[in-house]
């Protein structure tokens, strides 16, 4: 039993695609609304909030949708294809309404793109369990969050090399087109060598069998045509795991989203050195994304999850003790992001684990409702304790909210499916074909 990696590969093609997407809008839209369009920053939250507020309902919607959906190229291509070109023809509407100076014909563009985004996120994400076997999924998704990291990163970097600096007087007015053209071409192609490589039906297929196999219970359609409920015992162990992902992101994402006026506030940092730090983090994480697959199908997901909390609270814990810069931060960041790997890659595949057959779009869907929800709360909480107690609470904010989702973990039971142990000690080495 291995993961096929140049498979999964293919299918990170979808996610490449969306994370490229999400480094555009991230990085260019609050520019338009702010040198474009003299939005102010509260109301440029709330526009910049929007996606997050759609995914609460629309993900598990159309997650559901692709569960139930029958065509030749599968349940899950058909939204990924359509959702991509709704997607990449309403977003070359949002530069020209900034070219225009229509403020109302942004917000109409722009909602567009975000609902069509909408429509195929978990469809896409939910295509790697749907091809991998169980045991494998950790693995499975190590490579597809790695696919995401280089799709943001190429974006990021066509970004440097396509847009000017800030001027040093006058107007920040640049042309996004090219910016856009370029997002645009790398999603339809990401895409389309998916389409062409990726044959679902029969992937889908082979998954069952494989499943058989090994005599494990697997959750697509494929396995069974009646659907099954989750039972009481699950249901506990998935509500626990859906706390967990609510109080792990609240932690994190309050202190990588405020890091910058922190590390003003209170290590007397300036920005671009602020960033080196959170840059250690995420390379950190990148790194770490492939080895917390493989520890998960040793250890289990589940202790994976668990010593990556453990190892995030200490970061900010000790963290949270200086007062002033020290190189410390570098390797305290780093450990987080190595904690971050940990959890991120094995918590997804812990609740497609527990879907009841056939469902694991909708669960996809659970899954980005709860890390979403988290992340429209707690820049609110950590804000008004940033805003009314003092800087100093955002990193004891991210521990506490951390170790909360290690109580909930404690009552997790369920999704934490790795592989039996070979029977024959030379099947041990089919690894290294």
Same mark, same amino acid.
């Given at each position: 039993?291995?993961? /096929?990696?140049?498979?999964?590969?293919?299918?990170?093609?979808?996610?490449?695609?969306?994370?490229?997407?999400?480094?555009?809008?991230?990085?260019?839209?609050?520019?338009?609304?702010?040198? /474009?369009?003299?939005?102010?920053?509260?109301?440029?939250?709330?526009?910049?909030?929007?996606?997050?507020?759609?995914? $609460?309902?629309?993900?598990? &919607?159309? %997650?559901?949708?692709?569960?139930?959906?029958?065509?030749?190229?599968?349940?899950?291509?058909?939204?990924?294809?359509?959702?991509?070109?709704?997607?990449?023809?309403?977003?070359?509407?949002?530069?020209?309404?900034?070219?225009?100076?229509?403020?109302?014909?942004?917000?109409?563009?722009?909602? &567009?793109?975000?609902?069509?985004?909408?429509?195929?996120?978990?469809?896409?994400?939910?295509?790697?369990?749907?091809?991998?076997?169980?045991?494998?999924?950790?693995?499975?998704?190590?490579?597809?969050?790695?696919?995401?990291?280089?799709?943001?990163?190429?974006? $990021?970097?066509?970004?440097?090399?396509?847009?000017?600096?800030?001027?040093?007087? %006058?107007?920040?007015?640049?042309?996004?087109?090219?910016?856009?053209?370029?997002?645009?071409?790398?999603?339809?192609?990401?895409?389309?060598?998916?389409?062409?490589?990726?044959?679902?039906?029969?992937?889908?297929?082979?998954?069952?069998?494989?499943?058989?196999?090994?005599?494990?219970?697997?959750?697509?359609?494929?396995?069974?045509?009646?659907?099954?409920?989750? /039972?009481?015992?699950?249901?506990?162990?998935?509500?626990?795991?859906?706390?967990?992902?609510?109080?792990?992101?609240?932690?994190?994402?309050?202190?990588?989203?405020?890091?910058?006026?922190?590390?003003?506030?209170?290590?007397?940092?300036?920005?671009?050195?602020?960033?080196?730090?959170?840059?250690?983090?995420?390379?950190?994480?990148?790194?770490?994304?492939?080895?917390?697959?493989?520890?998960?199908?040793?250890?289990?997901?589940?202790?994976?999850?668990?010593?990556?909390?453990?190892?995030?609270?200490?970061?900010?814990?000790? %963290?949270?003790?200086?007062?002033?810069?020290?190189?410390?931060?570098?390797?305290?960041?780093?450990?987080?992001?190595?904690?971050?790997?940990?959890?991120?890659? /094995?918590?997804?595949?812990?609740?497609?684990?527990?879907?009841?057959?056939?469902?694991?779009?909708?669960?996809?869907?659970?899954?980005?409702?709860?890390?979403?929800?988290?992340?429209?709360?707690?820049?609110?909480?950590?804000?008004?304790?940033?805003?009314?107690?003092?800087?100093?609470?955002?990193?004891?904010?991210?521990?506490?909210?951390?170790?909360?989702?290690?109580?909930?973990?404690?009552?997790?039971?369920?999704?934490?499916?790795?592989?039996?142990?070979?029977?024959?000690?030379?099947?041990?080495?089919?690894?290294?074909?």
């Amino acid at each position: 039993m291995k993961l /096929n990696y140049k498979k999964t590969i293919l299918v990170g093609l979808a996610f490449f695609s969306i994370s490229a997407f999400w480094q555009m809008y991230d990085h260019i839209i609050p520019l338009i609304l702010k040198f /474009n369009f003299d939005v102010n920053d509260v109301v440029a939250g709330g526009v910049m909030a929007m996606d997050n507020v759609l995914a $609460l309902f629309l993900l598990p &919607l159309f %997650g559901a949708l692709s569960d139930r959906t029958k065509t030749k190229w599968g349940r899950r291509m058909p939204f990924i294809i359509f959702g991509t070109a709704g997607a990449v023809i309403s977003m070359l509407m949002i530069p020209l309404a900034k070219e225009l100076g229509s403020l109302p014909f942004f917000i109409v563009a722009l909602g &567009l793109t975000l609902l069509c985004m909408a429509t195929y996120r978990s469809p896409a994400v939910a295509l790697m369990p749907d091809v991998t076997i169980k045991p494998m999924r950790s693995k499975g998704n190590a490579i597809i969050n790695l696919m995401g990291v280089l799709g943001s990163m190429l974006l $990021l970097g066509l970004i440097g090399v396509m847009l000017p600096g800030a001027p040093e007087s %006058g107007e920040y007015n640049p042309n996004y087109f090219p910016v856009f053209l370029a997002c645009m071409a790398i999603m339809l192609v990401a895409v389309g060598i998916l389409v062409w490589r990726v044959k679902e039906p029969k992937l889908t297929a082979e998954m069952a069998e494989e499943s058989v196999k090994f005599g494990i219970e697997e959750t697509t359609e494929a396995a069974s045509k009646t659907k099954v409920k989750m /039972n009481s015992a699950t249901l506990k162990s998935f509500l626990f795991l859906m706390a967990s992902i609510a109080f792990w992101f609240m932690g994190y994402n309050a202190v990588t989203t405020a890091f910058s006026k922190y590390s003003v506030e209170v290590f007397g940092m300036g920005a671009g050195a602020s960033a080196q730090i959170l840059l250690v983090a995420q390379g950190a994480a990148i790194i770490s994304f492939i080895p917390s697959g493989l520890l998960a199908t040793k250890i289990g997901r589940k202790k994976t999850i668990m010593g990556g909390i453990v190892l995030l609270v200490l970061a900010f814990g000790i %963290g949270a003790t200086f007062t002033e810069f020290t190189p410390v931060l570098y390797v305290l960041f780093a450990l987080a992001g190595i904690a971050w790997a940990g959890i991120n890659v /094995n918590s997804l595949p812990m609740v497609v684990d527990m879907a009841p057959i056939g469902e694991v779009g909708r669960y996809t869907g659970y899954y980005y409702t709860a890390s979403m929800a988290a992340q429209i709360l707690t820049p609110i909480l950590s804000g008004a304790a940033l805003e009314y107690i003092g800087y100093y609470t955002l990193l004891p904010y991210g521990a506490l909210f951390v170790a909360l989702s290690f109580v909930t973990m404690l009552f997790v039971k369920h999704g934490d499916s790795r592989p039996e142990p070979p029977k024959d000690k030379l099947e041990a080495f089919e690894a290294l074909d």
